[in-house]
């Protein structure tokens, strides 16, 4: 089995910055691909970032290009959001995903985190 956990949300202002982190333990895998997702009151969850196993591969919700970088440590087990330039719009609660092996951006993912709350104000 495998345990995601979320931390660094939090509460910003417009304009600021947050770093999400996502640990990953447990059972090891090979040519996966994990996500952060989000899903604001109301709506769908959607993917906003993912990074491949090689870490050469990225993809990003139009919504945030320019604005959010993911990256993994794997030496850590662990990835990061990088956000910056926060709107409100960007308000959510944030997942971290895995999916082993990768089998798509836009496909089912198998282990998921519990989700840390991002509060942007205006």
């Known amino acids: 089995q495998v345990q995601l956990v979320e931390s660094g949300g939090g509460l910003v202002q417009a304009g600021g910055s947050l770093r999400l982190s996502c640990a990953a333990s447990g059972r090891t895998f090979s040519r996966y691909a994990m996500g952060w997702f989000r899903q604001a009151p109301g709506k769908e969850r959607e993917l906003v970032a993912g990074?491949?196993?090689?870490?050469?591969?990225?993809h990003y919700a139009d919504s945030v290009k320019g604005r959010f970088t993911v990256s993994k440590d794997n030496a850590k087990d662990t990835m990061y959001l990088q956000m910056n330039t926060l709107k409100p719009e960007d308000t959510a609660v944030y997942y971290c995903?895995?999916?082993?092996?990768?089998?798509?951006?836009?496909?089912?993912?198998?282990?998921w985190g519990q989700g840390t709350q991002v509060t942007v104000s205006s």
């Open positions: 995903a895995a999916q082993t092996p990768f089998r798509g951006w836009g496909r089912p993912y198998d282990y």
């Open positions: 990074i491949h196993w090689n870490g050469r591969s990225t």
